[in-house]
Structure formats: structure tokens, C-alpha cells
């Protein structure tokens, strides 16, 4: 039976006996994730708590094509949470307890709701830790994480979210449960576990992830490196990994990101350094020992004007803590800021840097660094004020600016903030209208209809042709099938 | 053949195949012809001519590969860089190419410390089923523009595409590496590789076999020394991984039927009788069971890995209802004639 809006909506909040938001004020707190500039109210807001309650709101909206939104914590800072004018936003924020923890597979078995931080935190007891902390682990959630294939300081050495999820537990638009991966290594078939980590909600709902558990290592030193050359810190890097050094965690900060962190937590960062790298190893009492010795001489003979290592797990905490609040740090400077994502190969990163000092000049805004060096991720940070006229638009101008530059250097427009509403149109750069059409295919392939998470992640070839003829793609015309506009 | 003129050569030759109804196998050094299912093709795409290294910067930990190149060669030119390819494909009969090798998925003991195949692409070039030739994922480590087509790839047996080449992630080689041998039962390896798996160690690889179990420790001089020590048993000089990885032991020689069984490291499922116990436990291999591994296993997946043509049992475990339509639809969108290796892997696709 076809509903009307209005009787839909009922029904819908029964399914969720009641936990649901509907009037306007309420729903502000859902109308934006992270990327506060991109901001929409939904028509309702749903938090089941079951996978019943889920599988039914999606029969529901299926059968009366609604749009669903996933959402977990609202960290996302691509826009890729941000609700439909027309759509249910549902919000995952109830499945927040850990099911299980199977100390012989190591293995945890989780609900989407759970934040990052409270996997490593419930299994530390028993000497374990799930790998995978992006800088918002204290509040992004576990789905979100399946979502965007987050990845954090450490994923040099322990991977993305991709290498540390064995299973998940899905709910196809149509309300139908399936299960993805398995408590094994691998499974049969095709290899849909990994597709769907980085999908952005646009192919099922994850409602119960399984997640891979290490052994916490022995020991850890964290060493401080200061350079008064950004592009000195930068070849270290490349230094560090030719001499067959894979430190458990690599990140880069340049003067601002240095002198924003200082001020907000005091981590005792050289402020007169151009740069910091902070680098992480973790092993046994003696491979830490002679690992350490060795990354001190070559961050030395990079330029190292100070290699300062952490002396307890107090000092340790401090350096890391400047480095993962950088980002609020950054946020005191300016009343707005927008952050990038692009990942180049590491070579590249002296010369990026150069030119988005570069473009920081020409668009007139500032720009803190701060950087997974080690997997060549960089987020600057621009600096901007969102009540001055036209600041919005010279800081997205700067960031395309960054993006179409990371793209010419072999890289990509994002390496672990996902697409979203942000980067869609940088996503016609980088693609061709044939590998365009490969995504819609395989949205296609999970939602024949559409209906999750509708406009994200991917451009339709009509939006390319609108904006893509500003660029040219490989020396080709784009899109010359379609009409020019 | 110049890259571009190979590229356009498939491009033709799928054209013509989509014109004339003709059904495509893809094929590499043919070293794994034997596995998955024989499907149903009317004429071969080869890969073996399309070698080479395209780029490969060793302080990126990346190298990209045409898809014909032999395995023997990345494995060679890694080497004088001090670097490998972690995830360690099989080279059935000395021979494979690389994109045979991600098509296929399998990987190697090595697994169990750096990932598998597919935890390691980084990004493929490859012709669909329109003859698009179209490339995903890049050469960078971190990338979420766009689906992750380029790990959905690995272990697609072909059905999706051409892979024309591959860019994935390699490491440096250890420092140091041993391995050490202990006679023990099948159940007392089973219960001892899984307390190493709880412990930081540096465990590379773990193998059982005829009475014996295997452990490979690998990574700096002092964390393998310690490792070594803390665990014991006698060291062994032999390169019985690349035996174990290839089935090279006696015992897979003499067998008509290979299942491979993938299950949780801990499980019990067909332990007491499996011939080669490897990755920690998620790995079991059974030579010639008296009865079909899948009537009674209960969690994990079993293929039947090697086995006479004549045999028709399914070589791969049979998917639910849900995730085999995703699978029809997949391939319907990859390739909408069907004409890449249909049947290979399963038969609706």
C-alpha cells in the first residue's frame, strides 16, 4: 500500500518507537557533518536501534522512494552524511555496543555506532588494540570509518580500514540482510568486503562490523625531529623508508600547524622550527633500541637541526596529542577553516608544498600543513573567515586549486576523506566519463533505484559536462558526446 | 608491440568478439589453468607478451607493472632494490604473470604478517566489456575517489575485465629472517601458532606438515633474534616456503583432489584432516577427502583447488541468494555480453 508523506512519516517513527526528530529546531543538530559549510535539513531523522528496525525503515523508503542518508558520528568532513531535503537521515548513533570479543580469532565484533577509540580502549586489558585511528577516533564511529576507508596516523605499518575489517553486516536498499567477508582471511566470490569500504553509504548499510585485533607491541618511542627547511623534512622522509624503515607512524607539520598546536595543548614543539616530523616506532626492547639509533643518524643527516625522543609515556602522549589536535589547534586561528585531503606520491611532497605556499599567496588566505607523510597524505588547512564576502569562495578556489595539483602529480583528491558533496566535481578531473559511468554501474549493481545517499560521491556525466569544460583530462576533450553547455 | 598498440590490439579483438558473439578467456602464463572452473570460451586474450615495468621509484614502496609480466621479474628487480612483494602469489610450475596473479588472488605464507593480494593492489589499468580501457585507484597508498574497482579486481578470475597493468604496494625485505622446525602433532601446532598470533612477535609465515610445524620470523636483526629465543625449536636452512607456497611436497604430487579450506585460525573444521595446516590455522589444505569438505562445514568457505577435469563438483563455495545477485548484476555492468572468461568462476557469471 502507497502511503501518503504524512502517514509514512508515522509509520516510520513507530518503527523506532519514537526515536526520531522531525521538528525543525531539533533537526539542525543533523543538518551538516564535519563540513560545516554544506548544510541541509533532512525531512526526518530516524535512530533505530535494531537491524529489524533498519530492515523495515528501508523496505519502507524503498517501496515509497525515499532517499536514505547513513549517519554516524557526523565527523565526516567531505559532506558525505549531509542530509536530502526529501530523505530519511538515519542515524546509526544507537548501535554503540560491542557484541563480542573472540580472544582466539582476534577478533571484535562491533556495532556501527561504536567509536574508534572504544574498540582499543575495551580490548587494551587484554594486551590488544584495533589498529586504524584516524585523528577523530575519540568521536567517529566505526561505520563511518567502513565508510570513508579511514586511516589515521599509524596506517603506514598497520594499513587502511579496508586491511583491518574481516566482515561486515549489511542492509541492501531493499531491506534485505546480507553478510560480507567472514571470520576467515578471505572469502568466495568477488572481493564485495572491499568495495564496500570507501563507499560513502552509497551501496548498503553497515549495521555490525567485525574487526581485526594485534597484539599490543612491547615497546614504543616516539621521536621529534625539527628541520628549519620545510623541503628538508620532506626528503627525510623519503630517507627514512630507503633505509628500510617502516615506522609504525610518520606525520609532518610546518611552521603554523607547529605554532596552532603549541598554543592550544602545549606539547612542547620547537616554534622556531620550519617543520616537525614526529615519528613513531613500536618492537621489542632491543629492535626499538637499534631502530631508534639508526632513524636518529639519517633525520640528522637530513638536516635535523633537533631529534628529541619522547623519555616516558607521558612525553609520548604530549607529541602525539599536538599532532592529533591539530585540527581544532588550526580552528583557533581563523573563525573558519577547510581541510584537504590529496594524497601524491611522496617525492612530489617538497615541490607541493612549494606551490601551495604558492597559491596561499595568490588567493590572499593562510595555510597550515599538517600531513601524513609517510603515506603522502596531506591536509592543509586553509585559513579563512566564512562573514567576509567572497573568503568562502577564494578558500574553495584555493582547495581545487590543491586538488587539481595533486592529480597532476599522479596522485588523488582524496585519500581518506571521502568525496562527498566537496571534491564532486574535482572527481570529473580525475576521471574519465567511461570510469564515471564504471561507478554508476556499480551503484548501480547494489541500488538499482538510487535512493542511498543520492548525489554523493560520484558526478553524473550531465555535471561533468557543466563543469569539465575548464579542464582537460589526459590531453582529451571531455565528454565530447555530450552537448556543450 | 608498443603499450598503446597492445592496448588497441584488445581493444579490437574484444570489439570483434562483441560482434561476432565470441567468448573471451583471458590468459597469462597459464599457471593457474587448472584452478577455478573450465568455463566456456571461444578464443584466448594472451597477456604473457604485455611485460615490462612502467614505474617503480623504491622510496615510494610502489611499483607499476604491465599485467603479462612474469612474477620471477618483479620478484628479481624488487630484490636488487632490497624489496619485495609481501603478499607472496604462488608461482604454480616456476611460471605466472602478475595479473594472473592479482585475477586469481591467491597468495603466498606471507600473507598471514603483510596482507593478501588484494590488501595490496593499489590500482589497475583494464579494458571492460565495451572495450573501454579505463584505469581506477592510482599509485599512491591512501585513495577513496571513486569505488575501490581496482581491489575489486583481485580474485574477479577475469570476469569483470582485462587487466592491462597493476600498481600495488610493495615493502622493504627484512632485515633478517629465520625459520625454525619442531616435530609436533598436527593439534599441538594448531594450539601453539595460535598463542604466537597473540603475542607481538614478528611471525611471518606458519606452516604443519607431516609431523612437523614451520614458523618464519622476519624484521630487524634484534626483533628476530628475540623472537627466535623466545620461541625455539631447530633452525632450518632449506627455502621450504616457496615448496609449501608452489605444492611442492610430496604429498600434493601424489593427490588427484586439492581443497583449500579458509576458516577462522581457531576453528576445528577439518583439522584432524588436513595434510598442510599454514596461516596461523585460517589456511588448511585436504588431499583426496573420502567426502565433499562442504557437507559439513559450518563457518568459512572450502574450494576445491585442484582435482581431475572430469570432476563436476563446483569449484567455488556457492554464494546466498543476496550477495550471488549483486554478483550477476556486477558483472552485467562490467561486462554486459558476457564475453570475459564466463563460467571461470562461477556459472551465472
Known amino acids: 500500500m502507497i502511503l501518503s508523506r504524512d502517514q509514512l512519516k508515522v509509520r516510520l517513527q513507530a518503527i523506532c518507537d519514537g526515536h526520531s526528530v522531525a521538528d525543525q529546531a531539533r533537526m539542525k543538530v543533523y543538518e551538516s557533518d564535519g563540513l560545516t559549510a554544506k548544510k541541509q535539513l533532512p525531512w526526518l531523522v530516524l535512530l533505530p536501534a535494531t537491524i529489524e528496525q533498519v530492515q523495515s525503515i528501508m523496505q519502507l523508503c524503498h517501496a515509497h522512494q525515499v532517499p536514505v542518508v547513513a549517519r554516524g558520528a557526523g565527523t565526516g568532513l567531505s559532506g558525505g552524511a549531509m542530509p536530502h531535503h526529501e530523505g530519511v537521515l538515519l542515524s546509526l548513533a544507537r548501535f554503540n555496543r560491542i557484541l563480542e570479543v573472540d580472544q582466539v580469532n582476534l577478533l571484535a565484533r562491533v556495532e556501527p555506532g561504536v567509536t574508534n577509540l572504544a574498540i582499543s580502549d575495551h580490548v587494551r586489558p587484554l594486551g590488544l588494540f584495533y589498529a586504524p585511528d584516524p585523528s577523530s577516533q575519540i568521536a567517529c564511529t566505526i561505520g563511518g570509518n567502513v565508510a570513508e576507508n579511514s586511516g589515521g596516523v599509524h596506517c603506514l605499518k598497520y594499513g587502511l580500514t579496508v586491511h583491518n575489517v574481516r566482515k561486515l553486516v549489511m542492509i541492501s536498499p531493499e531491506g534485505e540482510r546480507y553478510e560480507l567477508g567472514s571470520e576467515a582471511f578471505d572469502s568466495a566470490g568477488y572481493d564485495l568486503l572491499a568495495l564496500m569500504h570507501g563507499s560513502e553509504g552509497m551501496l548498503g548499510i553497515v549495521v555490525e562490523v567485525t574487526v581485526k585485533l594485534l597484539p599490543v607491541p612491547v615497546e614504543v618511542a616516539v621521536l621529534l625531529a625539527a628541520f628549519t627547511d620545510v623541503g628538508q623534512a620532506a626528503e627525510a622522509v623519503g630517507q627514512i623508508i630507503d633505509h628500510g624503515l617502516i615506522p609504525a607512524g610518520l606525520e609532518m607539520m610546518d611552521k603554523l600547524a607547529i605554532q596552532a598546536a603549541e598554543a592550544f595543548v602545549h606539547a612542547d614543539y620547537p616554534l622556531d622550527a620550519a617543520a616537525i616530523l614526529i615519528c613513531e616506532l613500536d618492537g621489542s626492547s632491543v629492535e626499538i633500541e637499534q631502530q631508534q639509533a639508526l632513524l636518529t643518524q639519517v633525520l640528522q643527516g637530513a638536516g635535523a637541526v633537533q631529534v628529541r625522543c619522547a623519555k616516558d609515556a607521558e612525553e609520548r602522549r604530549k607529541l602525539w596529542l599536538g599532532r592529533k589536535a591539530a585540527f581544532p589547534a588550526v580552528g583557533r586561528l581563523a573563525p573558519d577553516y577547510y581541510c584537504m585531503d590529496g594524497t601524491i606520491p611522496r617525492r612530489e611532497l617538497a615541490s607541493v608544498l612549494r606551490s601551495i605556499a604558492d597559491f596561499s599567496q595568490i588567493h590572499g588566505l593562510p595555510v597550515a600543513n599538517v600531513f601524513h607523510a609517510g603515506d603522502g597524505n596531506l591536509h592543509p588547512l586553509i585559513l579563512y573567515d566564512a562573514n567576509q564576502p567572497g573568503e568562502l569562495e577564494r578558500a574553495e578556489a584555493f582547495g581545487a586549486d590543491i586538488l587539481r595539483l595533486c592529480i597532476e602529480r599522479g596522485g588523488t583528491i582524496t585519500g581518506e576523506h571521502g568525496v562527498g558533496v566537496e571534491k564532486i566535481n574535482e572527481m570529473c578531473v580525475q576521471f574519465s566519463a567511461g570510469e564515471l559511468s564504471v561507478f554508476h554501474g556499480v551503484k548501480a549493481a547494489f541500488d538499482a533505484q538510487g535512493g542511498l545517499n543520492p548525489g554523493k560521491a560520484v558526478p553524473t556525466l550531465q555535471r561533468c559536462a557543466e563543469f569539465g569544460a575548464m579542464h582537460v583530462h589526459r590531453g582529451q576533450e571531455k565528454f565530447p558526446e555530450l552537448e556543450r553547455f | ?349
Open chain 2, 1 to 349: 608491440m608498443t603499450v598503446d598498440s597492445a592496448i588497441q590490439h584488445w581493444q579490437e579483438q574484444i570489439k570483434g568478439a562483441l560482434a561476432e558473439g565470441k567468448r573471451l578467456r583471458i590468459r597469462g602464463a597459464g599457471s593457474k589453468d587448472f584452478l577455478g572452473e573450465v568455463g566456456a570460451f571461444d578464443e584466448d586474450i594472451n597477456t604473457q607478451s604485455h611485460q615490462g615495468i612502467i614505474e617503480y621509484a623504491p622510496t615510494e614502496l610502489v611499483m607499476t607493472v604491465r599485467a603479462g609480466t612474469p612474477l620471477a621479474t618483479v620478484k628479481a628487480v624488487l630484490a636488487e632494490q632490497r624489496q619485495y612483494w609481501p603478499c607472496d602469489p604462488p608461482t604454480f610450475g616456476g611460471a605466472g604473470t602478475v595479473g594472473g596473479a592479482i585475477a586469481a588472488g591467491v597468495s603466498g605464507p606471507g600473507r598471514v604478517a603483510h596482507g593478501a593480494v588484494r590488501d595490496l593492489v593499489l590500482g589497475v589499468g583494464m579494458i571492460n566489456g565495451a572495450g573501454q580501457a579505463l584505469k581506477f585507484g592510482g599509485q599512491v597508498m591512501k585513495n577513496v575517489a571513486g569505488y575501490d574497482v581496482s581491489r575489486l579486481m583481485s580474485g574477479s578470475f577475469g570476469t569483470l575485465g582485462l587487466i592491462t597493468d597493476v600498481s600495488f604496494k610493495v615493502l622493504p625485505l627484512p632485515e633478517a629472517e629465520v625459520t625454525v622446525v619442531r616435530s609436533e602433532t598436527l593439534e599441538q601446532a594448531h594450539e601453539r601458532f595460535l598463542q604466537i598470533s597473540r603475542l607481538p612477535l614478528p611471525c611471518s609465515a606458519s606452516a604443519w606438515f607431516e609431523g612437523a610445524s614451520y614458523l618464519r620470523f622476519s624484521g630487524s636483526n634484534a626483533g628476530v633474534e628475540d623472537a627466535r629465543q623466545t620461541i625455539g625449536g631447530d633452525v632450518v636452512i632449506a627455502d621450504i616456503w616457496s615448496q609449501i607456497r608452489d605444492h611442492q611436497l610430496d604429498a600434493f604430487a601424489a593427490a588427484k583432489t586439492v581443497w583449500r579450506i579458509s576458516v577462522p585460525p581457531g576453528s576445528q573444521a577439518m583439522l584432524s584432516q588436513c595434510s598442510l595446516l599454514e596461516w596461523s590455522g585460517a589456511q588448511r589444505w585436504l588431499l583426496d577427502p573420502d567426502i565433499d569438505p562442504r557437507s559439513t562445514l559450518s563457518e568459512g568457505h572450502a574450494t576445491l583447488f585442484r582435482a581431475p577435469v572430469t570432476d563436476q563438483t563446483q569449484r567455488f563455495q556457492p554464494l546466498s541468494a543476496v550477495v550471488g545477485g549483486i554478483h550477476k548484476r556486477l558483472k552485467h555492468q562490467f561486462d554486459p555480453q558476457g564475453i570475459f572468461n564466463p563460467g571461470r568462476l562461477y556459472q551465472e557469471i
